[in-house]
Every structure is written in structure tokens, then in C-alpha cells.
């Protein structure tokens, strides 16, 4: 890191030696110098242009529309205060900014051709699984890294891994020396088998040695089932039963059978698309005695049933709430941008997104999407740490590594991108089916 560091500086004092001859020679213009041209690296890809572009692929419609404007207040707010600092490698960053359009439509595709003809190094988003997924293959082709501020699915490591303490699938690519290839998409949620070992240890925490799970069909469901059932082996609970609940399930059937075997405890991590199908499972399991201090709900499936339940149906549940809190004046911020925006969640994710690239491409010495996302981890891991731009380039001034806390909390990445710890908002659900934020909740790799 030293090196790449010491070699920009080297190369930022040549341009402005150069610059200063010219001055001196008045009007005679000397014939340009030769610039030698880097060659790429057949593992990390070309070096860029000189110029970190960011582009983003955010919601702006549906459900979820708030989050996208959020997001891109976000990541101006990271912009400003990044061009503050001096930019990356002395030349200020650039925003492009399209729709990810929704998981049935190709919006996706469209806007990222787009992004790819403006030349983006790096894009923030998209916050579905399911357009991660469609996005990933594009992105690695054309050589763009990918910085996803919520999770992903599946679950990339394995739940025998999992339950053995490993780091989980084996399966990673490499490049041709045979070392780890660098990611080309990350996110910047906690990977989801760290969200299953936080449920089980507040089941445990609550005093149960045994648990049932509900589950749905969908990808990230399954592997959260997978991940939740090895961090139960590993923590020596006793599973009980798994279902599995799609919209046409019968709530009673289902009740049933995790209600057969009398868990301690019962863990929701059903899609949120099923919450209308969710519901009167969770009534037809009071009905058989599991109550609302029984139940753990995923972040997933944590959502508001106020006026949609029987009084008292979730009376002290517990679930998980992704993303980090936002304060007030990180609002205020977000409004320099976007006066009109309405909600914050993803926003602190996003604003670290751009703030990692930035640091990532200093260390690199280029901005190239591959480049950056090869020294993503020595922004994030063994180092000094440090709290904003200006901060951790001081550091870096210093010769010394960094090991940058963000916004969205303490970012440890191993060479793979992934967070190998992460916290959650924990939150309890009231009479009325309410979930209000009582505290938090961590987890981290063994």
C-alpha cells in the first residue's frame, strides 16, 4: 500500500515539475512529452482514465422508491466531501446517476448500458437481491466493481462452513497466479449467515435450547434457513422443524407442524412479499401456544402489522432491522443535496460506498473498477483507524495503512469483499403489532 501511494505522489510531483518548465518557456511551445502509458494487468484489468467516475443504480418507484433518492443524496454528500479533500488522484469525482427499475421489468439493463457508455468505474446499488444477481455477470464483463448497500443473496458461505467456524465456500474464483480474485460485488450489509448467528444467539440469549424455522422459496430465504440451521448446530440448538410458507400454504397446516415438536423459540425469515400469507400463520400459532415472545423475525420479514393482527398477536417479538441509524445532522446533510428526500435507510451505506472507492483508488493509484476493487480490503481491515476522507488520507499522507469506520459501522472486509462482522437495530414488537428499536444486536465470523 506504501508503495502505490509513494508512486502517485512520485507521479503527481513529476506532472507539476513538467508544468512548471513549460510556464517558464514563455511562448515557445515545446513539443509534448512522451507519456508512458501503463501497461494492464491481466488479474486487475486497465488502470482507468484518470477520472473515478461513480454511477448509481437506485429504486425511484414502487415500494421502496424513497430509499433511492436517499441514496443518491448519499453519495453527492460523499462526492462533496471527497472533491473537498482534493479528489481521487488530484482530480475530482464524477456522478452518473439511472434507475434500477424493478426486479420484472429491464429497466436494469438498459440503465447500465448506459452508465457502461458514461464510462463508470464503480456503481452503488442496486438494493435487490434479484437485480444483483442480473447485474453481477454485466458488471464483471465490462469490468466494473459493484458496491451494493444492502444484502445479497444467497448466502455465500455454506452452512457446513458455518457450523465447522470456516469461512465458508471454497468456491471463490482466482486469477491466473492462482491468488483470490478481486470481487467485483460487494455489499455493505453484513453477509446474511451473520444475520442467522445473531437470531440463534438471542433465541439462546432468551433461554431456549430448541427452535422451529419458516422459511419461504425464494433464494435468499433458503440460504438464510440454511445459514440459521448451522449456526444452530454450532451454538448446540436443537432444530425441531422447518417450513417452508409460499402463498398458497395452509397457515394451519403449517402452525402445525412447527408447533408439533414444542419449540422454545420460532424463527420468521420468510420473504416480505409474503407478509399478507405470514400473518395468519402467526395467528394460528398463538392459537397453539407459541406467543410473541417466542418468535424472532430475519430483517426480511420484521415488518409492521399494526391493525393487521389480533391485539397482543406479537407482544414482545423480537426481529432485526438492516441499515444504520441516521442522525440528525447527516440529515440535515442529506437535504443539502435533496431537500425533498424522505427517508434515510441505505443512505449511510451508500455514502461509505463512494467513500471506499474513493480511499480504494488512492491506494491503487487508478481508478479502474478492478483496480479499485483489489485494494477494497486495505481500506477496510488492518490498520489505523479512521472516521472520514480527510481523516484516513492524513494516514495514508503518514505512509501508514488505514482501516476506515463509516457511517454504517465498523466496514472489516476480507479479501473477498464480504463483512466479516456486522450489527443490527433489534427491534420489539408491541400489542399492537408495532416493532419500535429497543437496541442493537452483533455478530461476527469466527
Known amino acids: 500500500m506504501r508503495r502505490a501511494v ?20 514563455g511562448c515557445s511551445s515545446p513539443a509534448p512529452l512522451p507519456v508512458p502509458t501503463a501497461t494492464p ?14 454511477g448509481t443504480l437506485t429504486p ?12 443518491i443524496a448519499a453519495v453527492e454528500t460523499a462526492v462533496r466531501d471527497v472533491n473537498a479533500a482534493g479528489g481521487v488522484l488530484g482530480v475530482p469525482v464524477e456522478t452518473v446517476h439511472r434507475p434500477s427499475g424493478r426486479d420484472s421489468d429491464d429497466t436494469l439493463e438498459a440503465s447500465f448500458a448506459e452508465l457502461v457508455e458514461r464510462e463508470v468505474d464503480v456503481i452503488v446499488g442496486p438494493t435487490s437481491a434479484t437485480l444483483a444477481e442480473r447485474l453481477a455477470p454485466l ?48 455489499a455493505l450489509l453484513p453477509d446474511p449467515s451473520l444475520q442467522a448467528v445473531a437470531l440463534v444467539d438471542d433465541v439462546v440469549a432468551s433461554g431456549a435450547s430448541s427452535l422451529a424455522v419458516l422459511g419461504s422459496s425464494d433464494a435468499a430465504s433458503r440460504a438464510l434457513v440454511d445459514a440459521v440451521r448451522a449456526a444452530a ?6 432444530v425441531t422443524a422447518v417450513e417452508q410458507l409460499d402463498a398458497l400454504s395452509n397457515p394451519n397446516r403449517v402452525a402445525f407442524s412447527l ?3 414444542a419449540p422454545e423459540g420460532v424463527i420468521v ?27 424472532r423475525f430475519a430483517a426480511s420479514s420484521a415488518v409492521d402489522h399494526e391493525g393487521e393482527l389480533p391485539e397482543g398477536t406479537l407482544t414482545g417479538a423480537m426481529g432485526l432491522r438492516e441499515g444504520a441509524a441516521v442522525d440528525e445532522d447527516f440529515t440535515a446533510r442529506l437535504r443539502q443535496s435533496d431537500p425533498f428526500v424522505r427517508g434515510t435507510r441505505l443512505a449511510p451505506e451508500a455514502y461509505d460506498a463512494v467513500v471506499l472507492a474513493a480511499l480504494a483508488a488512492t491506494i491503487a493509484g487508478a481508478d479502474g473498477g478492478t483496480r479499485v476493487a483489489a485494494r477494497l480490503a486495505d481500506v477496510a481491515s488492518e490498520g489505523i483507524p479512521c472516521l472520514s476522507v480527510g481523516e484516513c488520507l492524513a494516514v495514508l499522507d503518514d505512509g501508514r495503512e ?3 469506520d463509516g457511517l454504517s459501522g465498523p466496514l472489516t472486509m476480507d479479501a473477498r469483499g464480504t463483512l466479516t462482522a456486522g450489527a443490527w437495530s433489534l427491534v420489539r414488537y408491541n400489542e399492537a403489532g408495532t416493532p419500535s428499536v429497543e437496541g442493537s444486536i452483533a455478530a461476527a465470523r469466527p
Not at 41 to 54: E, F, M, T, W
Not at 141 to 148: D, K, M, P, T, Y
Open 6 to 25: 509513494a508512486q502517485h505522489r512520485a507521479r503527481v510531483a513529476m506532472a507539476t515539475a513538467v508544468a512548471g518548465v513549460m510556464l517558464l518557456a
Open 41 to 54: 494487468s491481466a488479474s486487475l484489468g486497465p488502470v482507468g482514465d484518470g477520472v473515478l467516475r461513480i
Open 60 to 71: 425511484l418507484r414502487g415500494d421502496v422508491s424513497a430509499i433511492g433518492p436517499a441514496m
Open 139 to 186: 458488471a464483471a464483463e465490462a469490468g466494473i466493481l459493484v458496491i451494493a448497500p444492502a444484502a445479497l443473496a444467497p448466502v455465500s458461505h455454506s452452512a457446513d462452513a458455518i457450523a465447522e467456524g470456516g469461512a465458508g465456500d471454497e468456491t471463490e474464483q482466482t486469477d491466473a497466479a492462482g491468488s483470490l480474485a478481486a470481487p467485483t460485488l460487494v
Open 233 to 238: 448446530t454450532s451454538a448446540d440448538v436443537r
Open 259 to 261: 408447533a408439533a415438536a
Open 269 to 295: 425469515a420468510t420473504s416480505g412479499s409474503l407478509t399478507e400469507s405470514l400473518r395468519p400463520v402467526l395467528v394460528a400459532l398463538a392459537g397453539r401456544g407459541i406467543t410473541g415472545e417466542a418468535l
Open 402 to 404: 488505514i482501516d476506515y
